[in-house]
């Protein structure tokens, strides 16, 4: 069965301050990976995602994140934030083989920027 | 992004009561989800479909049932409300092309169960 972990559920940070936001997955098969934002009171909206090829991923925003393989992990990084980035992120986790392209959620990182 | 509404978007309802909250797509996407979502608890799927009257089960489906007689429409029902259920919904789409699975996810419902 898979798993996704977010080591953290809470990251306070300053405005302009760099910020990564962890997550790991648990995984017997190869995986697609996802990280979703959801301001307050709205939807969830993909920021980004990685399905093969170079491990780096660019997604919205100015948010990036790096696949590693070996330490199944998939975190998301942001060279310097905004106050508008204060929101819950979440990762998420599909089966690449799956037929229902279900996904696995993790518990979601609130991220809170000061100014 | 996908044209995913719901309705309604609030609701406040009794113990016991039937509740039935709808998921309405306009971009023809095979695959539709319920899920919850609780503080500390993330997203949790209720159920899914893969294609008209075709569902399944997901992680958290006891007290849930599913309908879906139309492409574009899910229907999550509640048959018998309870307090556990007090939550905020979410629909979601996907085409489920083998390329992607990316899910689109439409504005929530809250439900409180008193």
């Known amino acids: 069965a898979q798993s996704v972990t977010q080591l953290d559920s809470q990251v306070p940070v300053f405005e302009e301050a760099p910020v990564e936001l962890r997550c790991n997955y648990s995984?017997?098969?190869?995986?697609?990976l996802f990280w979703y934002v959801q301001y307050p009171n709205q939807g969830l909206q993909l920021l980004l995602k990685?399905?093969?090829?170079?491990?780096l991923v660019k997604g919205i925003n100015g948010f990036e994140a790096e696949f590693n393989k070996s330490q199944t992990s998939f975190h998301l990084r942001k060279p310097s934030v905004h106050i508008s980035d204060t929101a819950e992120y979440f990762c998420?986790?599909?089966?690449?083989?799956?037929?229902?392209?279900?996904?696995?959620f993790g518990k979601g990182t609130k991220l809170s920027v000061k100014p | 992004d996908a044209g995913i509404t719901q309705s309604p978007r609030h609701k406040v309802t009794e113990t016991g009561t039937p509740v039935t909250l709808r998921c309405h797509q306009t971009?023809?996407?095979?695959?539709m989800y319920w899920y919850r979502q609780d503080p500390g608890h993330g997203l949790r799927l209720i159920h899914y479909?893969?294609?008209?009257?075709?569902?399944d089960k997901g992680e958290v489906s006891d007290g849930y049932s599913v309908s879906r007689s139309k492409t574009e429409d899910f229907l999550l029902t509640l048959e018998s409300a309870t307090s556990s259920q007090t939550s905020v919904y979410f629909c979601?789409?996907?085409?489920?092309?083998?390329?992607?699975?990316?899910?689109?996810f439409g504005p929530g419902t809250r439900l409180t169960v008193t």
């Open positions: 995984s017997s098969v190869s995986v697609y």
């Open positions: 990685y399905l093969s090829g170079s491990t």
């Open positions: 479909s893969y294609g008209v009257k075709d569902t």
């Open positions: 979601a789409t996907s085409p489920g092309t083998s390329r992607s699975y990316e899910q689109y």
């Open positions: 971009e023809n996407h095979r695959y």
């Open positions: 998420a986790v599909s089966d690449r083989g799956g037929s229902q392209g279900n996904l696995i």
